[in-house]
């Protein structure tokens, strides 16, 4: 099976500027989370999405939202990005108790 | 709360012997555990995980760990390391008791490993 993909990889934007981040999770997973992984806070729970619903969301503010479509595939969106959302975002299917995860999207903010 | 402590930021062995990667957690309930490796610009990569059953737990490329519930420890082993082992270890866990159904892991800081020649 392919893996969890990402899309984009790489991704530059200003400050004020919203973004949004794609994930297609492992064929027949129907979990997906969203992680942000920084130098200073390390690795932080987004939210889990399972069945098109969130059944989980992290300690963001609501600028940070998500969806995920009937097929799994999800997205992620920032609004108003700042500075501080520069960070690499790691999606991740779940099977069973496992998560598996996506080479992530880097998101550099100016 | 949960929590997950990896006490030490870097680590360094000669190739050919062995590594450990130590992991504390600490959780209400009784905690799936979970290790990853990073290698640079890359995702996280599943090694091995215990849910329930014996306490050392084999995983991918060589890599075990034992789960101790008496230190709440889950430390990653492998008996002889190789130069391309060298990457980013993270450990996380999961407490099934106040997490409910999601899958929402909590992570350590990582540990860096690094395997000299």
């Known amino acids: 099976k392919a893996g969890v993909t990402q899309t984009p990889r790489y991704l530059i934007k200003t400050r004020g500027q919203q973004v949004t981040l794609s994930c297609s999770p492992i064929?027949?997973?129907?979990?997906v989370s969203w992680y942000q992984q920084t130098p200073g806070q390390g690795l932080q729970f987004l939210f889990e999405y399972f069945s098109e619903t969130q059944r989980n969301k992290g300690n963001f503010p609501g600028r940070f939202s998500g969806r995920q479509f009937s097929n799994s595939r999800s997205e992620m969106n920032v609004s108003t990005l700042e500075l501080g959302d520069s960070a690499l975002y790691l999606c991740a299917s779940k099977e069973r108790e496992t998560q598996y995860f996506g080479p992530g999207t880097r998101l550099l903010v100016l | 709360a949960q929590s997950v402590a990896q006490p030490e930021d870097q680590v360094k062995v000669a190739e050919g012997n062995p590594l450990t990667v130590k992991c504390t957690y600490s959780v209400s309930g009784n905690p799936y555990l979970f290790w990853y490796v990073q290698y640079p610009n890359r995702g996280l990569q599943f090694l091995l995980k215990?849910?329930?059953?014996?306490?050392l737990v084999k995983g991918s490329y060589g890599f075990e760990a034992e789960f101790n519930k008496s230190q709440t420890s889950f430390h990653l082993k492998k008996p002889s390391a190789l130069v391309s082992d060298s990457a980013l270890y993270f450990c996380?866990?999961?407490?099934?008791?106040?997490?409910?159904?999601?899958?929402?892991?909590?992570f350590g800081q990582g540990t860096t490993l690094q395997v000299k020649p």
């Open positions: 064929s027949g997973h129907r979990s």
């Open positions: 996380a866990v999961r407490d099934p008791k106040s997490s409910g159904n999601t899958g929402k892991l909590i």
């Open positions: 215990y849910i329930t059953g014996d306490n």
